[in-house]
């Protein structure tokens, strides 16, 4: 009995959200995917409005777009060897069980790479942590000195920073590693914004919308370098004793997201492995829709 292709497929594009929970706050611009490429519809700067106008004929002027495009990335797992590929279609625990392992470190990657390209670049678009310095929250094992504590000031900080680009107040939100997000829930525990979350949820661990964000939590978000201006590292690049973690704050309509193909091979009973080998790849990338950035704000560790 051959693998029935168009379950697993399923079972990829609907699991793909469980741990990333940022893959569906932002616009969905998969149908602009062309192969590789995707193509984002942006216009270019503001008509002139003038008040009481005196002058004519009224100078005609020339409204120059952006052609905004991205490619899109390719993540590949597998193949991996099952014993009977067939049989775990037959059982929703077994599947599952086989495909949590086959897609654990596919979520992770995609889920950090859109971090990454969702990352704020632009000096008026970082804000540093303003707590008390410790050696204890370092970005990885390498990293030396001590870091700033992230405090519920910081956040505010970076609503503020969203406010005066200007963009909605709606649909914001902040995603935190866990080492920030606990830094974040201890200041308002014990800070001076206690009072704006209520007892119930500091008890079971739960950060309510703050300062208009929906607060986020995930195990990695992304590093930044310690330069002036911090720069934003790509996953997987060499550790520093300078890296800083960060957490990200957007708008909802300032990012997107696009998912091209799925596609899926498998080999029945393949000759020299004797049981069933499955792989996939998936075609995924994003980036911040405005060309100046705005509508991101990157809250980077300051070092102690």
Known sequence: MAVNREIWLDYISQNLFEDNPHLDKCIDNSAGVNGYTVHIPSAGTAATVT????????????????????TIDSFQVGPIRLDNADRYELSYDKMRSV????????????????????????AAYI???????????????????????????????????????PVPAQNRWAMLDTTM??????????????????E??????????????????RPTVFTYTNASTPVVKEPG??????????????????????????????TESAEHF??????????????KRRYDGAGVVSIVQAAG
């Not at 897609?103 to 971090?115: F, P, S, V």
């Not at 800083?244 to 998912?259: F, G, L, P």
């Not at 004797?274 to 980036?287: N, P, S, V, Y």
């Open 274 to 287: 004797t049981k069933d080998l499955i792989a996939a790849e998936i075609r995924f990338g994003g980036r």
């Open 181 to 198: 997000y606990y830094e974040l829930l201890n200041d308002l525990k014990f800070g001076e914004f206690r009072r704006t979350v209520e």
């Open 200 to 217: 119930a949820d500091l008890k079971r661990g739960i950060i309510p919308e703050l300062f208009g964000f929906g607060i986020l939590k």
């Open 51 to 70: 008040r009481n106008n005196t002058s004519y004929p009224v100078t005609v002027t020339e409204r120059s777009d952006n052609d905004a495009y991205y």
């Open 237 to 266: 690049a060499a550790a520093a004793t300078s890296d800083n973690r960060a957490a990200i704050c957007w708008q909802a309509d300032m990012v997107e997201k696009a998912m091209g193909s799925i596609d899926w091979w498998d």
């Open 127 to 165: 804000v540093r942590t303003t707590g008390n310095a410790l050696s204890t929250n370092l970005a990885n094992s390498t990293a030396t000195g001590t870091r700033k504590v992230l405090l519920a000031y910081d956040l505010m900080m970076a609503a503020k920073a969203l406010d005066d680009v």
């Open 99 to 122: 495909m949590n392992d086959f897609m654990m470190g596919l979520r992770e990657e995609i889920g950090t790479w859109l971090n990454y390209k969702w990352a704020a670049s632009a």
